[in-house]
């Protein structure tokens, strides 16, 4: 944990001094993109209602980590599991609430663990690369979405690519107290489901048998085998959990915000879920504050456009790499050894 802090303060600081270089005041960079993130409650609203997604994703990527499995398919996962929950509140938009709700969740687990149990399949038994198959998804389920979006459920008022809206009865409730503490924001109560299903991962990989048998798996494939844990069933479960967990994303963007399918609606929260995975060394409760810093780089940087004049909101992106290798770095270096090489030096 110090050395992860350490790393995350010195992310900062290179983060800052690049910045300089390009002729930004680094203090004005920092305090536009915290400004961005918390000046307000549509701010953190917005922050929280990334920060939920990446969460989601990031848990994705994490319990493949765990199995030994690379999983890249998040954005493709979390793609169907929101085509999912759009399409059944379009085609059953009368269902009486909470059953909706339930329905609409059980499909978009139902898309999102098919999506990732053909990688997970594959891999298995066919030998089939997971990074290369889940890629190769990605695209399939963005072509899926957009035929499934614009050809079956399109909103006939609007010119805008998005399905027609789903039934009323499939929103969170309105008595909702994240909705209500950031008034206007999109932000909802799947933050606070984002948070308990990191530390119902956090338990399971922990404390139960199942979760010391998929560690043992993605640790040693062998000696696991040798031990009579089977390597393949785990890495398919482990893929199809990933498949699951992604596919939560539906709960922030259908149930809890939009209440619609908006092509090109993910800020890429599948390919961010990696890094945020990368980040907190695959800890779920980790997770919950990566996802938060990366929720905050995401709304923060919005602003960068328009309240600097020599970087834009890409120069986020850097920060988040510049974090990433920063951290990475100092966790796995030595700190005595760095100490006493300064004491020579000095």
Known sequence: ???????????????????????????????????????????????????????????????????????????????????????????????????????????????????????????AYRK?????????????AAGLANYVVLNLIKNPNTQNPESAPVGQNYHLLSHDFIQNLFTDSPANFSFIIAILVALLIHFVLDKTVF????????????????????SKKFRMLAMTISGMLASLVALNEVLGSAHRFRIGFSVDYGFVGIAVALLARNNPLGIIFSGLLFGVLQKGASDLDIETEFITRDFGKVIQAILILSITVFYFSDLERIKKWMKRKS
């Open 128 to 140: 089939s690369h997971e990074v290369i198959v889940t890629m190769m998804l990605n695209f399939i």
């Open 211 to 230: 979760g010391f048998e998929l560690k043992a798996s993605g640790a040693n494939e062998e000696a696991a085998h040798m031990s009579g844990i089977e």
């Open 1 to 123: 944990m110090k050395k992860s802090f350490l790393g995350l303060i010195i992310g900062i600081l290179i983060s800052a001094l690049l910045a300089s270089f390009a002729g930004e005041n680094p203090f004005h960079t920092i305090q536009v993109l915290f400004e961005s993130a918390f000046g307000s409650s549509y701010d953190m609203g917005l922050t929280l209602f990334y920060a939920t997604s990446y969460i989601f994703t990031g848990l994705s990527v994490a319990i493949a980590f765990h199995a030994g499995l690379f999983n890249i398919g998040a954005e493709g996962q979390l793609t169907m599991g929101v085509l999912a929950a759009s399409w059944i509140g379009v085609l059953l938009p009368n269902l009486p609430y909470p059953l909706s709700t339930l329905v609409a969740i059980l499909a978009a687990l139902i898309f999102g663990a098919i999506w990732g149990f053909i990688p997970g399949w594959l891999r």
